[in-house]
Nanobody, 122 residues
Framework: LQLVESGGGLVQPGGSLRLSCAAS????????VAWFRQAPGREHERVSC????????AYADSVKGRFTISRDSAANTVSLYMTRLNVEDTAVYYC????????????????WGQGTQVTISS
């Protein structure tokens, strides 16, 4: 399983971005997929996760109500739509996958993308 993130960039506070995680090598249908982020000098934070069927999702409190995770089985992708972005959202965002259900810790996810930079600045 290979994962590739895209969609990062520089956005002004209050703006929106959509990140995409494209999978190859196998279908994501049996994988839970999470988005993590890491800001400079900080630990990885799981911001969201979606289970294989897409009927269960979770969000960190810091992004709840602003971010939406979704998956497209036909396209073999998982997206993270981020709105009302603020400077605290600046980080490298990674998608990660694990077999079956979502877990909180980064060590539970075996497959990772290379990351995409999101910078919020005026």
């Amino acid at each position: 399983l290979q994962l590739v993130e895209s969609g990062g960039g520089l956005v002004q506070p209050g703006g929106s971005l959509r990140l995409s995680c494209a999978a190859s090598g196998t279908t994501l249908d049996s994988y839970a997929v999470a988005w993590f982020r890491q800001a400079p000098g900080r630990e990885h934070e799981r911001v969201s996760c979606i289970n294989p069927s897409g009927d269960w999702v979770a969000y960190a409190d810091s992004v709840k109500g602003r971010f939406t995770i979704s998956r497209d089985s036909a396209a073999n992708t998982v997206s993270l739509y981020m709105t009302r972005l603020n400077v605290e959202d600046t980080a490298v965002y990674y998608c990660a996958a694990r077999w079956s259900f979502c877990l909180q810790g980064r060590n539970a996810y075996a497959d990772w993308g290379q990351g995409t930079q999101v910078t919020i600045s005026s």
